[in-house]
C-alpha cells in the first residue's frame, strides 16, 4: 500500500506520509525516531508506508513528542480513510453498473414502487440495492449466493444469475417479515395434500393454500415473471422458516402447479435450492409430476392412448384434478404436442389474470 491515494485527479495522504517528513527534517534515522517515539522501528516503518493505520495510541505519542494535538493526527487519518472509503464505493459503482444491464429497473418500479428515474442509472442502482438489502449489486453474480444452483449454474447465462439472485433476495426478505410459525414437516404434508384438492379452484385457490402452507411454517411467494427468463423458483430456509419461491412466468395453470409442486418436492426431500424449467427429472421433478398425476393411474390412462378432450376431462375427473394438468403431463411426455391449440384453449386455464386479483407480486 503506498502512503498516499491518487485518483481522478485527487490525491489523499497518509498521515504516515506527514510523519516521514517529520523523520527526515529531524535528521535522526527512522530507529533513533522510534525510540523517541516510544515504538519499535518495525512499526514506524510499517506506518510510515501508509500499511497501518494510526492509532490512537500513536497519535498521543506523536502530539506529546511534536506539541501538536491528538486531534490534529486523528483528523489526518479519518480524512484519510474517508477518501479511501469513497474511492473504494466510486470503484463499486463501476462495478455495479456492469451488473445493472441485466436489470430491468421497470420490473421494480412497476411491481414495487420503486421511483421513477429515468436516465438516472446510479440513482436507479442505489434504490435496487437498498430495496434488495445488499451492500452491493455485484453480489449478484455469484452463483449459489443465497441458495444453490446446483447443476444449474452450468446453464445460466450472467444475466439469468443476477436476475435469480434478484428475485431470491426480494423472496427472502418477504419471509423474514412474515409473522409465521416456525417449518413444522407433518403440518406440510397435510397442508400439501390439501392444496391438491384445488387445482379446479381457479378462482380462490391462492389465498387458501398460502394460508395452509403458513400454518405450517412455509411461506409461499408468488413473484411477477420477468421477461425472457428462465428461472421457476426456488426453496430456502429462513429464520426457522421455509421459503417457497414461485416466479409467476406460466401463461397457463398447469405450468403454475407443477412449479409449485416442484419447490414442495425440493423442500419434502430437503433438497432446497433454484429450479429451472429445463432441469432433468430429478426427485422434485417426479415428485411434483406423480403428486399431481399419481403415476400407476396416469400409466393406465396412457395405455389407451386415447387423447381427446373427453378423454382427458373423464380421466382428470376420476384422479380430482383440473384436466389442463393431465394435459401438461401428456404434453411434458411428449404424448401430445405443445403445438395443440385446440386442446390448450379447451381445457388449460390461463392464471395470470386470476393471480393479480391477489396482488401476488406485493404479498
Avoid at 61 to 76: A, D, F, I, P, Y
Wanted: proline share 4%.
Amino acid at each position: 500500500m503506498s502512503n498516499y491515494i491518487e485518483y481522478k485527479d485527487n490525491i489523499t495522504f497518509h498521515p504516515g506520509d506527514y510523519i516521514k517528513e517529520l523523520v527526515d527534517e529531524s535528521g535522526l534515522t527512522q530507529e533513533d525516531f522510534a525510540k523517541r517515539l516510544g515504538t519499535t522501528p518495525k512499526n514506524l516503518s510499517i506506518l510510515l508506508k501508509g500499511e497501518q493505520s494510526l492509532s490512537t495510541d500513536m497519535a498521543l505519542k506523536l502530539s506529546r513528542m511534536m506539541g501538536t494535538s491528538v486531534s490534529m493526527w486523528l483528523n489526518l487519518q479519518q480524512a484519510y480513510d474517508e477518501k479511501l472509503a469513497e474511492i473504494q464505493s466510486d470503484k463499486e459503482l463501476e462495478k455495479e453498473r456492469e451488473v445493472f444491464k441485466y436489470i430491468d429497473y421497470t420490473y421494480f418500479r412497476k411491481n414495487y414502487n420503486l421511483p421513477d428515474l429515468p436516465r438516472q442509472v446510479d440513482q436507479q442502482i442505489k434504490c435496487v440495492r437498498e430495496f434488495l438489502s445488499v451492500a452491493s449489486l455485484s453480489v449478484l453474480k455469484e452463483d449459489d449466493f443465497a441458495v444453490s444452483f446446483r447443476s444449474a449454474s452450468n446453464k445460466l447465462s450472467g444475466s439469468d444469475t443476477v436476475n435469480a439472485n434478484a428475485m431470491i433476495q426480494i423472496a427472502m426478505n418477504q419471509t423474514i417479515k412474515m409473522d409465521i410459525p416456525k417449518y413444522n414437516k407433518r403440518k406440510f404434508e397435510k397442508a400439501v395434500e390439501y392444496a391438491l384438492t384445488q387445482t379446479k379452484n381457479h378462482d380462490s385457490f391462492y389465498p387458501i393454500i398460502r394460508s395452509a402452507f403458513e400454518e405450517a411454517g412455509v411461506a409461499l411467494i408468488v413473484l411477477p415473471g420477468l421477461k425472457n427468463f428462465g428461472i421457476n423458483g426456488a426453496t430456502k430456509k429462513v429464520d426457522g422458516k421455509i421459503m417457497l419461491m414461485v416466479n409467476e412466468r406460466s401463461h397457463y395453470a398447469d405450468a403454475f402447479w407443477f412449479t409449485l409442486f416442484g419447490g414442495i418436492g425440493q423442500i419434502m426431500n430437503g433438497d432446497m435450492g433454484l429450479s429451472t424449467p429445463d432441469e432433468k427429472r430429478n426427485p422434485s421433478v417426479q415428485f411434483a409430476l406423480d403428486a399431481l398425476v399419481p403415476e400407476d393411474k396416469y400409466k393406465c390412462f396412457v395405455k389407451m392412448r386415447s387423447f381427446d378432450e373427453s378423454s382427458i376431462r373423464k380421466f382428470a375427473d376420476s384422479i380430482d384434478r383440473d384436466p389442463g394438468i393431465v394435459l401438461g403431463r401428456l404434453i411434458k411426455d411428449n404424448k401430445i404436442p405443445e403445438s395443440d391449440i385446440y386442446l390448450s384453449k379447451k381445457l388449460r386455464k390461463p392464471y395470470s389474470a386470476v393471480l393479480e386479483n391477489y396482488g401476488f407480486s406485493k404479498n
